[in-house]
């Protein structure tokens, strides 16, 4: 078998679920260390900031450290960054998205923007939604930390991410470059973050339709766990199917040297 020299990793559903713990996650980052063996959390989530996830990683006994997290915000001003030094942002989004942009020196502004940049914000107000619309239309780029549709909650599905894209693409006629898992821009990003030759890398996940298809989408073998969203009895639907796939993580300790 293919010996691996670093590692791509999802959150909810592979590292914890919510608010509880996921088997043989610990003891996986903790093998990893053992054995110098870099890895890069990458998450969708473009609203809390590293230290956030730290934090929580941290209450599940899991090592993580500011450099080894990776979200959609951050990837978004990377990209940005990378495609213009010093572009003006008009940005909806929580206190992820903003800290990106700002520690990426992308002036944040109210007008003449260069490019809108949307991420889940709990706190938006119609009037952010229309001035955003009005500078796309006056020839700004659009550009979406995810496209999550929706977010799951007790009672029921919450509107994501995609779902407020969604709103400015309907109102402007303007597609949103989507920087996320699945699409390959957030793992592109990544794999330059973590420093490992691209056919040595590995993805992991538990979703099939975000992080396998973003390992996919970059050429990158790819871990499913069954431990959150996709299951078992899904494996025989997919036309093109994970390089492996394991129930938990302890089935894979076995192969790190």
């Known amino acids: ?6 590692y791509l990793i999802d959150l909810d559903g592979t590292m914890y679920r919510g608010d509880s713990e996921v088997k043989g996650a610990a003891e996986f980052i903790h093998r990893l260390q053992e054995h110098a063996i870099p890895y890069l959390f990458v998450t969708n989530n473009a609203s809390l900031t590293p230290d956030e996830i730290v934090e929580k990683l941290h209450g ?21 960054k990378r495609k213009e030094e010093t572009a003006k942002c008009f ?18 502004v109210q007008e003449d923007a260069d490019y809108v940049v949307i991420g889940l914000d709990r706190e938006m107000t119609y009037q952010q939604m229309a001035e955003a619309g009005l500078q796309i239309q ?7 930390t995810n496209q999550d549709k929706a977010i799951p909650k007790t009672r029921g599905l919450y509107p994501g991410n995609g779902a407020l894209t ?28 973590l420093g490992v030759e691209k056919d040595k ?12 298809q973003a390992g996919m989408q970059a050429d990158l073998d790819t871990l499913m766990v069954l431990t959150g969203v996709t299951k078992y009895e899904d494996i025989k639907t997919f036309s093109e199917k994970p390089t492996y796939y394991v129930n938990d993580l302890t089935e894979w300790l076995q192969h790190l040297t």
């Open 201 to 212: 890398v590995m993805m992991i996940g538990d979703n099939y339709e975000t992080d396998i």
């Open 138 to 144: 006056s020839g700004a780029e659009l550009i979406s």
């Open 1 to 6: 078998m293919k010996t691996y020299e670093g």
């Open 91 to 108: 940005v909806i989004g929580e206190n992820g998205l903003q800290e990106a942009i700002k520690d990426a020196n992308l002036p944040i």
């Open 166 to 193: 969604a709103i400015l693409t309907t109102t402007t006629g303007v597609e949103a470059t989507f920087v996320g898992k699945p699409n390959k821009i957030i793992m592109n990003e990544a794999i330059k973050r």
């Open 60 to 80: 599940f006994q899991i090592p993580a450290r500011k450099k080894d997290v990776f979200t959609s915000a951050l990837a978004t001003a990377s990209y940005i």
